[in-house]
Each structure stands twice: as structure tokens, then as C-alpha cells.
């Protein structure tokens, strides 16, 4: 089945610098990689996915790219805010039907 | 206000007394999914539905049960809990079943055994 390793664990920098977020999996048929971001006391919500059909994708101060050769995929924040304090998720599919997730990163942005 | 929701949010139990865990949605979602997140584990499947009457296995369901008899409701049932059960649950839908379709996650129920 799917693996996915996600790295760091945690990560804090300063509010208005940029911050990456790696993910690797293991399937080299996946095609499909969402991020989830995870506010305190809430369910994850998604926040940006990309295709395997795509290098990169933005919205706004967010972006992910993807290197299907490698089977990694990361998450990049631009201008970090103290809002967007809070764990974040990678995922992968696995067997058509469900999403396998990354450990989590806690992104902890001090002003 | 399309959502998902679990009850109850906070539960504090004994060994071995049966529970359930609401959730329901109001997207008429046909993929519905159960999952537990412990520190440095992060988020694990326990159970999912591709829709009524059909449900299987996640990738860590011992000590679990589901049942999926309407579309909109997908509780999860202990029937022996034990502490090592103590975490924090996720019901979440979707509304495809493919793997890549939005999941919308509920609020979480956090489930202390004793």
C-alpha cells in the first residue's frame, strides 16, 4: 500500500518569512495530493491539492509542487502569518478509495 | 450550512462500557469515513463507506465497529473500550469514492478510557 513520510515535524519561523513542508509517498500510480490544514480544535480542512498532471499549482500565498520522478510533493507559504499557525497534513491515495496522511507538521508563525 | 457533525465532542468513559460516536451530513455524501489521530501518528483510517449497507475496513479497525443503514449517518461503536482507544476521532465525507475527492472533516470527538 500507499506510504507517506513528512517532514518536519514541526516548524516555526518568523511572520513574514516562507515556509516548505515535504512529502514523499511510495506509489508511483498515485496521482492525486492534497494538503489539509488543521486549526486548533478543528477537523482538517483542505487547503490546496494538485494532480498528477501539474508541476505546480498557486493560490495565493500557497503553493505545492510535485516531482512525480522523485514521488515527492511539497507545500510552500509565502509571507507566513500568525493565522496560518496550525498542523498541516499531506496525503496520498491508497486503493482508489481512501487518502493515506502524512505524520502532520505543526507550523508555529511568532510575529 | 453544509457540515459534518459529531457527537458528542468530548466523552470520558471506563473500560469495557460500550459507546457510540455520532456523525452525520448534510452534503448527501456517499463516502463516509472514520479516523483516529495520536500524537506523532497522525491521521489513521479506521472504517469508511462507499455507501448504505457497505462499509470495510481502514487501516486500523481492532476494537471498532460502524454501521451505515442512511446515507447521511455513520456511527462509530466501541463495544469493549479500552484505554488504548483513548484519542482523538474524525468522521469525515466525501462525495465521490475516489480517492480524489475533498474529504470535509467534522470537529472531532475526544475520547478519554479509563
Known amino acids: 500500500g500507499e506510504n507517506v513520510e513528512q517532514h518536519p515535524s514541526t516548524l516555526s519561523v518568523q511572520e513574514g518569512d516562507s515556509a516548505v513542508i515535504k512529502c514523499t509517498y511510495s506509489d508511483s500510480a498515485s496521482n492525486y495530493f492534497p494538503w489539509y490544514k488543521q486549526e486548533l480544535g478543528k477537523g482538517p480542512q483542505l487547503i490546496i491539492d494538485i494532480r498528477s498532471n501539474v508541476g505546480e499549482k498557486k493560490d495565493q500565498r500557497i503553493a505545492v509542487t510535485l516531482n512525480k520522478t522523485a514521488k515527492h510533493f511539497s507545500l510552500h507559504i509565502t509571507e507566513t502569518q500568525p493565522e496560518d499557525s496550525a498542523v498541516y497534513f499531506c496525503a496520498a491515495p491508497q486503493a482508489g478509495t481512501a487518502l493515506i496522511f502524512g505524520k502532520g507538521t505543526t507550523l508555529s508563525v511568532s510575529s | 450550512e453544509a457540515q459534518v457533525t459529531q457527537n458528542p465532542r468530548y466523552l470520558i468513559t471506563v473500560t469495557g462500557k460500550k459507546l457510540t460516536v455520532t456523525c452525520s451530513q448534510n452534503m448527501n455524501h456517499e463516502y463516509m469515513s472514520w479516523y483516529r489521530q495520536d500524537p506523532g501518528l497522525g491521521l489513521r483510517q479506521i472504517y469508511y463507506s462507499m455507501n448504505v449497507e457497505v462499509t470495510d475496513k481502514g487501516d486500523v479497525p481492532e476494537g471498532y465497529k460502524v454501521s451505515r443503514k442512511e446515507k447521511r449517518n455513520f456511527p462509530l461503536i466501541l463495544e469493549s473500550p479500552s484505554p488504548n482507544q483513548t484519542s482523538l476521532y474524525f468522521c469525515?465525507?466525501?462525495?465521490?469514492?475516489?480517492?480524489?475527492?475533498?474529504?470535509?472533516f467534522g470537529p472531532g470527538t475526544r475520547l478519554l478510557v479509563l
Open positions: 469525515a465525507s466525501s462525495y465521490g469514492t475516489s480517492s480524489g475527492e475533498t474529504q470535509y
